[in-house]
Structures are given as structure tokens and as C-alpha cells.
């Protein structure tokens, strides 16, 4: 298939049987569509016609990588191609888990109208804030390592000179045309997922400033999972229950014939928003559970905890006072799980980690400071965006405050639930720098993202500052020097202010009111045979959760009766007849 610039994408064409014409799904990967073949083949079992392309500079199709920045227009011309040949219905849609869902999102604006439907797992359409920057501060082991084994080493110093939202991250920006996509969405995401941010902020500015045909039209799957633990139940350090994990064909075969075929399947009842809603291990702990919302987030009030100089987080604006922080750039606080995707990377003889991990080894630390509440009289629901607002004196012009979000278990364990970062330079805007002034009390909020927590019974709450997380983030040398310019760094000693004129704090969402108990409309993963073992969506060699999905959808369950292709009169393809 041509691009616009005479660019040759390889693309494979799966037919399904009979003489057509079929609905499409397009898949769209960097990471080699032969890995992908079994999807291809198991949705033309399913009665769908699939098309699964190389994207510029990858494998078998022409050009040079630009690492998402030409898949928007490439993907556009893709489905043009796609919405002439004899074999399309008309009814186009994209599936995918990653950066094969990231192209997905990154074609939908401006699309052919033929683009009904887009299934994106663990993906975000916002690359400049989830991908590769947060709170001003590169993803480095994120965005290194992964540009590392795309063979794109040069790009990451290409990002490293944008640090800016200019004009540069244009062609990969999605959510700032929303009125311009116009097709239905599910978006599925874990609360531990690197893009898990990013996964909301899909479902969320779709659903309500899409174009005509995708306002409304958005459902939301949000699981404890992180990216490299979708499809299972063991998390970081936790093994959460066994209803964590949900059955994908639940959600992938009735969300296709629905929304590229018109028929009036499950999808028509599922709730609009899906979460987990995690708790505490002990048993009986509340959470734990799915819920059912029509909207995310949902309703809460803002509940400020402020942070007292003597460590407790408290209720009460507490007294004024300060403590110092330590910053020193050659030694980083260092991670110790979280939303990461290189899980193996050893930092200081271990494994960086990802999800929920013990943070005692990092607090033990003198360049760390804690924040607890007293053990709670009752259950706390968080559910939504939590930040941090900390006032400091600095003394020097540029810095980094990372904050740590924990639940502090009875046995003394302080098990992460969410951390940010926030680059001082940054905290002004995107697209500008603002540098400290030293000496001068400045504030600075922390974006945590979200997630959906009982505090439970007993539980602490906890707040972790320090001036860094690496390298889950980029260590800033606090000389206020050009970041690209790799100076000598200095160590900052600034001043953490509390007290009534500087009230340093943390935000969260908590519920306003109970959310009822419902029956589960999905089942768990042990559900369907075959389903014993899954793989993440990474490495690119192997077919991923999507693919090992339809692998054993194929192998294991061809004889169920929900797999067979009843005719139904609204096929939007006007066949009738068994496939």
C-alpha cells in the first residue's frame, strides 16, 4: 500500500470464507505484522476480513522509523485503501495492544467514514505526556530502553531536544482534534499500566468532546494490571483475587460484531465505565471487586491531608515549620516498582519492578521524607486524579519533587499505589520554562494520575517526597542549565514549607457515596478452556495477549456454541447464511 510520499507499507490481507465482502479490522504494528499471524487467521475464522501492516521503516515496509509520526497520515491512507477494494463492507475497525493500539488512536482523526469501531488496549493517544514526558521529566527507562530495541537510539536525543510541547509533537497529537474522530471506542487499561493515564483521558475526552458518531459511543475497562501483567492476577508484590483477571473474549468478539456488523449483542448492556476496585489482602478487605459507573471518574469530593513537619499527614492545617530535602543528582532515590514496563532492568542489584511494591527500602533512605495518617477508624475510597501541592524554598533554579502515594498495611508494609513527578522549570506550562528563584517560597502540584483504592480498616496513608525516581524518570541535575547540554550537576538542599501561609498537601478523590454491589457481567479468565497461560503485549516476537487469545480461541474452543457465525438480518455486510 502506497503512502501519500509513494512510501510502500507492507501489508498483509486475511479473507475470510465465502465470496464477501467483509468488515475490516485494520492492526497496525512496528513490532512485525508476521508475529501477528495467528490473529489474522483467527479473525477471518471469526468471519471478519483483517489487514495488519508494518508501519514505516519496520520489517518488510519501506521508508525510516520516525517512531509514530507519520502513522497518523500513514493510517489514514491505509483505510482509504482499505474502504475501496471489493472485499470491504464498508465497516472499518482497529485492534490493538500498545503501540499497535497507539496507531489505532493516532489514524482516527479526520478517518474515513468507513472507521466504525476502535478497540485500544493498554495504549494512550497522548504520546508527549505518557509516553515519553511527565510533569516535565523524561520517562527514561521507558522511553530509552524502548527506542533502544526499536532501533531508534537517535530519537530519544530527538525527544531530549523537545522537551517543549512545540510544534514538533504535532503529528502525534490525537485528543486536541476529538471533534474530529467519529467512531465508537473501548478502552482498556490497568491501574499499574505506563499509559494508564492515558487510557482515561481516551475514554473520557471521546465520550464527551468526540465528533457526533463517538460522543457517548466510549466504554471504559479499567483492571489492577500492569503493562506487563495484563491477563493475570499477580501484580508487582500482590496477588490480587481471582476475579482480577476477565475472559478477553468477553469483551473482543461481541465488541466486533457489534459495532462492524450492527448486531444487537451484550455490548448493548454493558455498563459504560468498568473498574477494579482494589482493596487490602487481609481477608474480607472491602474493594477487591468490579464495579459499574456511567461515567469516570465519578463523583467525589476533594479530601486534603496536609503534611506536618514531624511526619504525620493530618487533617488539620497543622502548624508552620520546614525540613530539608536532599538532592543529590549522583545519587538518585532509586525505583522500586510502579507504572514501568522494563521490569527486569537491575537498579542498585535489583530489579526495577512494576506495580505494587514494598517502598520500606526506599523510605529507609535520609533523602526521603514520609508523610503517614494515624491507622484509619474506617474504609477510604479513592477513585480519580490525585495530586500533591508542596510549597518549598529553593536554592538553586531548577529541581524535581517526586512523590510516592502508599498504603501502609498493619504489618507495617508500604505498598505503592501511585507516584509522580514534577520538573520545576515545568510547573508553569507545557510549552515554557519557569526557572526558581532562590530564596523564594514557590509552589509546586504533582500529577499522581488516578486510580481506584479502599484504604481500608487499620490502613495508613502515606506520602513519600524526594527530589528523584530513577530511573523511571530522568535525574535532573538542578543547575538550571539547557537540560540537552549534559552540564555537571549540583546537589539542592531546598526547604519542604507546611503550616497555614504554605500549606504543603495531598489531594485525593475520595467517593461521596457507596457504590451498590452488582453481578458481573464479564467472566474471570479461567472461565473458557485454554486460557491457562497468557503473555503480555511485549516483546514484539511473540503474538501478544491479543494474539495467544485468538490462538486459543481457535485451538480450544471451536466447538462452543457461542462460536458459530449465526445469520443475523442486520449484518451490515447483507449476507446471509452460515460461515
Not at 412 to 422: A, E, N, T
Not at 441 to 461: C, K, Q, Y
Not at 546 to 572: K, Y
Request: glycine share 10%; charged share 20%.
Amino acid at each position: 500500500v502506497a503512502a501519500d510520499d509513494g512510501i510502500l507499507l507492507a501489508t498483509d490481507v486475511y479473507l475470510s470464507f465465502g465470496d464477501g465482502p467483509w468488515p475490516v479490522v485494520l492492526i497496525r504494528t512496528p513490532y512485525d505484522k508476521n508475529g501477528l499471524r495467528l490473529m489474522g487467521e483467527a479473525l477471518a475464522v471469526l468471519g471478519f476480513a483483517c489487514v495488519i501492516q508494518d508501519t514505516r521503516g519496520r520489517f518488510e515496509s519501506e521508508g525510516t522509523d520516525t517512531v509514530f509520526r507519520n502513522d497518523g497520515d500513514d493510517g489514514r491512507t491505509t483505510l482509504d485503501w482499505i474502504a475501496e477494494q471489493e472485499w470491504c463492507n464498508g465497516s472499518i475497525g482497529t485492534l490493538g495492544g500498545s503501540a499497535f493500539a497507539i496507531t489505532g488512536y493516532l489514524l482516527a482523526p479526520d478517518a474515513h467514514p468507513a472507521l466504525a469501531s476502535m478497540l485500544a488496549v493498554v495504549a494512550t493517544p497522548d504520546l508527549y505526556h505518557h509516553a515519553f514526558l511527565q510533569g516535565g521529566a523524561l520517562r527514561q527507562a521507558l522511553a530509552e530502553n524502548w527506542l533502544a530495541d526499536q532501533g531508534a537510539p537517535a530519537m530519544y536525543e530527538e525527544i531530549r531536544r523537545h522537551r517543549l510541547k512545540d510544534s514538533w509533537w504535532d503529528p502525534a497529537e490525537v485528543l486536541d482534534y476529538s471533534d474530529r474522530i467519529n467512531a465508537a471506542g473501548l478502552h482498556v487499561g490497568g491501574w499499574y499500566d505506563i499509559f494508564s493515564q492515558g487510557t482515561l483521558d481516551a475514554f473520557t475526552t471521546l465520550q464527551h468532546r468526540g465528533g457526533p458518531d463517538a460522543a457517548g459511543r466510549q466504554y471504559l475497562i479499567m483492571g489492577p494490571w500492569s503493562h506487563n501483567s495484563l491477563g493475570s492476577r499477580e501484580v508487582g508484590e500482590i496477588s490480587f483475587p481471582a476475579n482480577a483477571v476477565l475472559d478477553p473474549l468477553d469483551t473482543i468478539v461481541p465488541w466486533l460484531n457489534h459495532t462492524l456488523r450492527g448486531w444487537p449483542n451484550d455490548v448493548t448492556t454493558w455498563p459504560t465505565v468498568l473498574v477494579y476496585l482494589m482493596g487490602g489482602e487481609e481477608d474480607g478487605a472491602p474493594g477487591n471487586r468490579w464495579v459499574e459507573l456511567t461515567d469516570w471518574p465519578p463523583p467525589s469530593h476533594r479530601r486534603r491531608l496536609y503534611l506536618v513537619e514531624d511526619g504525620r499527614l493530618s487533617a488539620s492545617v497543622p502548624s508552620s515549620g520546614e525540613r530539608e530535602i536532599l538532592i543529590d543528582p549522583y545519587d538518585p532515590v532509586p525505583t522500586l516498582g510502579g507504572n514501568n514496563l522494563f521490569a527486569d532492568l537491575v537498579v542498585d542489584g535489583r530489579s526495577m519492578g512494576d506495580g505494587p511494591y514494598d517502598q520500606r527500602a526506599i523510605e529507609e533512605r535520609p533523602d526521603v521524607l514520609s508523610f503517614t495518617t494515624r491507622p484509619l477508624s474506617g474504609p477510604v475510597t479513592v477513585m480519580g486524579r490525585v495530586s500533591a501541592t508542596l510549597w518549598i524554598r529553593p536554592d538553586t533554579q531548577d529541581l524535581d519533587l517526586a512523590v510516592r502515594l502508599t498504603d501502609v498495611t498493619p504489618d507495617g508494609r508500604s505498598m505503592l499505589i501511585l507516584d509522580g513527578i514534577q520538573r520545576a522549570r515545568m510547573r508553569c506550562g507545557d510549552d515554557r520554562e519557569c526557572l526558581l528563584v532562590p530564596g523564594v517560597p514557590t509552589e509546586v502540584t504533582v500529577d499522581l494520575w488516578s486510580t481506584a483504592m479502599v484504604f481500608n480498616t487499620g490502613h495508613r496513608i502515606r506520602i513519600d517526597v524526594s527530589g528523584s525516581n530513577s530511573p523511571r524518570f530522568e535525574v535532573n541535575p538542578n543547575n538550571g542549565e539547557d537540560l540537552a547540554d549534559d552540564r555537571p550537576g549540583i546537589v539542592a538542599r531546598p526547604e519542604l514549607l507546611f503550616g497555614p501561609d504554605y500549606p504543603s498537601r495531598v489531594e485525593l478523590p475520595v467517593l461521596v457515596s457507596a457504590i451498590r454491589r452488582v453481578a458481573p457481567r464479564f467472566h474471570p479468565l479461567h472461565a473458557h478452556p485454554g486460557f491457562s497461560t497468557m503473555r503480555a503485549l511485549e516483546p514484539a516476537t511473540t503474538p501478544g495477549l491479543l494474539g495467544q487469545t485468538f490462538r486459543e480461541l481457535v485451538q480450544s474452543n471451536m466447538n462452543r456454541p457461542w462460536w458459530r457465525a449465526e445469520p443475523h438480518p442486520t449484518d451490515l455486510g447483507g449476507r446471509s447464511g452460515s460461515r
